[in-house]
């Protein structure tokens, strides 16, 4: 079965940064592109960033350019996202999965909490 399993997340200061990771199971990673969203309260569920099969292109939501930075290991099935100057704005539960060009996967993770607060 996939398994879609997020760590990392935290408190950190405004200004601060974490670095995400998602270990991936029960299907052929490399053969998806992976991404990374995030939920924050009250509102709908957000793509921040996407990775291709290889790692060679990566895309980013405007409000995290710059900031964040996606990546992955095929050889260990682990795609990460680096976040820097964090802001309050960004904090959410963050989630990974699988994306096969035209639909994300079905099965979500239990996410992980990223809390940026002074």
């Known amino acids: 079965e996939v398994q879609l399993v997020e760590s990392g997340g935290g408190l950190v200061q405004p200004g601060g940064s974490l670095r995400l990771s998602c270990a991936a199971s029960g299907f052929a990673f490399s053969s998806y592109d992976m991404r990374w969203y995030r939920q924050a309260p009250g509102k709908e569920r957000e793509l921040v960033a996407t990775i291709t099969t290889s790692g060679g292109n990566t895309n980013y939501a405007d409000s995290v350019k710059g900031r964040f930075t996606i990546s992955r290991d095929n050889s260990k099935n682990m795609v990460y996202l680096q976040m820097n100057s964090l802001k309050p704005e960004d904090t959410a539960v963050y989630y990974c999965?699988?994306?096969?060009?035209?639909?994300?996967?079905?099965?979500w993770g239990q996410g992980t909490q990223v809390t940026v607060s002074s």
């Open positions: 999965n699988r994306f096969n060009g035209l639909r994300v996967g079905a099965y």
